[in-house]
């Protein structure tokens, strides 16, 4: 099966510029989620959905990060306006189940802001 | 929230010797995975565990998970150069929601 799909691979901006990043799960997949992981630190949740809706976005930081999966298939996640502490790769999974075994993890986008 | 510590941070050994790296947590997890991340990917799983005390092996690989539910530990044995990369515990809890939370990895460099 094709695994999920994320673009762009890398972006480079200014900060207090805007972005977004794109997320294309596994087919059949009801769970998706977006993880920030900063260089040296392990990934962290920024929102879960389950097809179209939020089942949680305590970690995402509201006033700056957006985030949809409208028609419970795709995801965008934006950021603006862009800060320097932004860097990181931006990670996207998906899941069957809900349970850590079904999750599979997209290639990720690398964020610099400068 | 829920903190994993994850040590060591990083390990050099040479190539045929055996690695153990552990992950502890404040709070109980139902579930511990341990993942592998190469550069410029997404984590990969290596191993999934889900009852206190029970031991898993995936070739090399062999994964605990603690008996007080909040541990775990991944031995990997023969180091192979391929095995370079960072390995992440992972905890899930029960409940509707069940994300993950990771750890902050360790880093693994096979000398030949």
């Known amino acids: 099966e094709a695994g999920v799909a994320q673009s762009p691979r890398y972006k480079i901006i200014e900060k207090r510029q805007s972005v977004a990043f794109w997320c294309n799960p596994i087919s059949g997949h009801a769970t998706l989620y977006w993880y920030q992981q900063i260089l040296g630190q392990g990934p962290k949740l920024l929102i879960q959905f389950q097809n179209n809706g939020v089942v949680d976005d305590s970690q995402l930081p509201k006033d700056r990060f957006s985030a949809e999966r409208l028609k419970g298939v795709d995801s965008t996640l934006k950021i603006q306006p862009a800060k320097l502490e932004d860097s990181a790769v931006y990670l996207c999974?998906?899941?069957?189940?809900?349970?850590?075994?079904?999750?599979?993890f997209g290639s990720g986008t690398r964020l610099t802001v400068v | 929230g829920q903190q994993l510590n994850q040590s060591p941070q990083s390990m050099f050994i040479q190539e045929g010797e055996d690695v153990s790296m552990n992950c502890t947590s404040s709070?109980?997890?139902?579930?511990w995975l341990w993942y592998k991340q190469d550069p410029g990917e997404g984590p990969v799983l290596l191993i999934a565990l889900y009852k206190a005390g029970e031991l898993t092996s995936n070739g090399r690989l062999t994964a605990q998970f603690g008996i007080t539910r909040k541990d775990s530990f991944l031995n990997i044995s023969a180091s192979i150069p391929s095995d370079v990369g960072i390995y992440f515990c992972?905890?899930?809890?029960?409940?509707?929601?069940?994300?993950?939370?990771f750890g902050s990895g360790t880093q693994l460099t096979v000398l030949p």
């Open positions: 709070s109980i997890f139902n579930t």
């Open positions: 999974a998906s899941s069957f189940t809900g349970t850590g075994e079904g999750y599979t």
């Open positions: 992972a905890g899930q809890p029960s409940g509707s929601a069940r994300q993950l939370t």
